[in-house]
């Protein structure tokens, strides 16, 4: 009994020195310097990327703002245009009644004509409301004077300090700082372009709108002076 | 209102520039979201007015038809007269020219 309870006790586990330690802190620290090194040389490197995607946001942007304002000019072009439109058809159609009176048949027109004043079709009030509403500038004035007005702030700009604490202040850290000076002067100017680009949508929706008005007048008016014609065949 | 403190690794989140700069981002992504919107919007306004176009075309095609028939047959109706004079004329004097050969 006595023989197998020594023997079955285990031998004691050597504890650790001192160099054992210290050498096991010192690997702990060679490493989380190389660590923090290469964080910071990945943060430079993203902070790069970052600017190459601003510059190409920038761009863009600039390309969308001017597409946007060429076509801000054709639509007014096509405001102008159906504007034009619809009076030569009022022409045409003055005119088209002038024929009527000229080669159709009288008996008729008298008798057809208590009918011709008193009725009054719908799609002829839909067009006098939209020529009131085309020929009156307040409303026009009221629309476009109802649009945001947005305010750049530059206090940001005149605050001074760094963007991030600095943990080590070496070289990578000040490349790192300038790099995200410029990626926050990239970004204030893609702001501007977007608050611009928005400003021309809020811009083109009231003429978009008009446009819609007068293609719609268009079509009734076309509508009318064709069946006028049809009428003038047979 | 929020009685939390912050989390250990954003202290000082608030004051920093950084952070500043992502609110800013997060700003003009909300701007260009909108600009999306009503870009599609407007899409679809410009293809009904496309849409639009196209019968507006069609209609005066249709008109430029009955335009042309009615010029005709007006043109036929005013120089009837004239037309008729000279059938008469003609067959007349060809009947005098024949019956002087004979």
Same mark, same amino acid.
């Given at each position: 009994?006595?023989?197998?309870?020594?023997?079955?006790?285990?031998?004691?586990?050597?504890?650790?020195?001192?160099?054992?330690?210290?050498?096991?802190?010192?690997?702990?620290?060679?490493?989380?310097?190389?660590?923090?090194?290469?964080?910071?040389?990945?943060?430079?490197?993203?902070?790069?990327?970052?600017?190459?995607?601003?510059?190409?946001?920038?761009?863009?942007?600039?390309?969308?703002?001017?597409?946007?304002?060429?076509?801000?000019?054709?639509?007014?072009?096509?405001?102008?245009?159906?504007?034009?439109?619809?009076?030569?058809?009022?022409?045409?159609?003055?005119?088209?009644?002038?024929?009527?009176?000229?080669?159709?048949?009288?008996?008729?027109?008298?008798?057809?004509?208590?009918?011709?004043?008193?009725?009054?079709?719908?799609?002829?009030?839909?067009?006098?409301?939209?020529?009131?509403?085309?020929?009156?500038?307040?409303?026009?004035?009221?629309?476009?004077?109802?649009?945001?007005?947005?305010?750049?702030?530059?206090?940001?700009?005149?605050?001074?300090?760094?963007?991030?604490?600095?943990?080590?202040?070496?070289?990578?850290?000040?490349?790192?700082?300038?790099?995200?000076?410029?990626?926050?002067?990239?970004?204030?100017?893609?702001?501007?372009?977007?608050?611009?680009?928005?400003?021309?949508?809020?811009?083109?929706?009231?003429?978009?709108?008009?446009?819609?008005?007068?293609?719609?007048?268009?079509?009734?008016?076309?509508?009318?002076?064709?069946?006028?014609?049809?009428?003038?065949?047979? | 209102? %929020?009685? *939390?403190?912050?989390?250990?690794?954003?202290?000082?989140? &608030? $004051?920093?520039?950084?952070?500043?700069? @992502?609110? /800013?981002?997060?700003?003009?992504?909300?701007?260009?979201?909108? %600009?999306? *919107?009503?870009?599609?919007?407007?899409?679809?306004?410009? &293809? $009904?007015?496309?849409?639009?176009?196209? @019968?507006? /075309?069609?209609?005066?095609?249709?008109?430029?038809?009955?335009?042309?028939?009615?010029?005709?047959?007006?043109?036929?109706?005013?120089?009837?007269?004239?037309?008729?004079?000279?059938?008469?004329?003609?067959?007349?004097?060809?009947?005098?020219?024949?019956?002087?050969?004979?």
């Amino acid at each position: 009994m006595a023989r197998k309870t020594i023997d079955s006790i285990p031998e004691p586990i050597a504890l650790p020195t001192e160099e054992t330690v210290q050498k096991r802190i010192k690997l702990k620290m060679v490493d989380l310097d190389a660590e923090i090194a290469k964080l910071n040389v990945q943060s430079l490197d993203s902070s790069i990327q970052m600017i190459r995607d601003i510059d190409q946001m920038n761009v863009d942007a600039v390309q969308t703002t001017a597409a946007l304002e060429d076509q801000d000019e054709q639509l007014d072009k096509i405001e102008a245009n159906l504007s034009n439109v619809i009076d030569d058809l009022n022409v045409v159609s003055h005119n088209i009644t002038a024929m009527e009176h000229y080669c159709g048949c009288g008996f008729f027109r008298i008798l057809r004509a208590p009918f011709k004043y008193f009725r009054k079709r719908e799609r002829d009030i839909i067009k006098e409301e939209v020529l009131e509403k085309m020929t009156s500038p307040k409303l026009r004035r009221k629309e476009e004077s109802n649009m945001m007005m947005f305010t750049n702030s530059s206090k940001r700009r005149e605050s001074t300090g760094d963007f991030m604490k600095r943990l080590t202040c070496d070289a990578i850290e000040d490349e790192l700082e300038r790099n995200l000076m410029q990626i926050d002067q990239g970004l204030e100017s893609v702001k501007n372009l977007a608050v611009d680009m928005h400003v021309q949508l809020k811009l083109q929706e009231p003429k978009l709108n008009r446009i819609e008005e007068l293609t719609e007048t268009n079509d009734f008016v076309v509508e009318g002076v064709n069946d006028k014609v049809k009428k003038l065949l047979h | 209102m %929020n009685h *939390q403190p912050p989390p250990v690794s954003r202290v000082g989140w &608030d $004051d920093q520039k950084i952070m500043r700069t @992502r609110r /800013e981002l997060d700003s003009v992504k909300a701007i260009m979201k909108e %600009n999306v *919107q009503k870009i599609m919007e407007r899409q679809g306004k410009l &293809d $009904d007015l496309v849409e639009r176009a196209q @019968r507006l /075309e069609e209609a005066s095609d249709v008109y430029v038809k009955c335009a042309v028939k009615i010029k005709r047959e007006m043109s036929w109706k005013a120089n009837s007269l004239r037309y008729g004079i000279i059938a008469v004329s003609s067959v007349s004097a060809f009947a005098g020219l024949a019956y002087s050969f004979l």
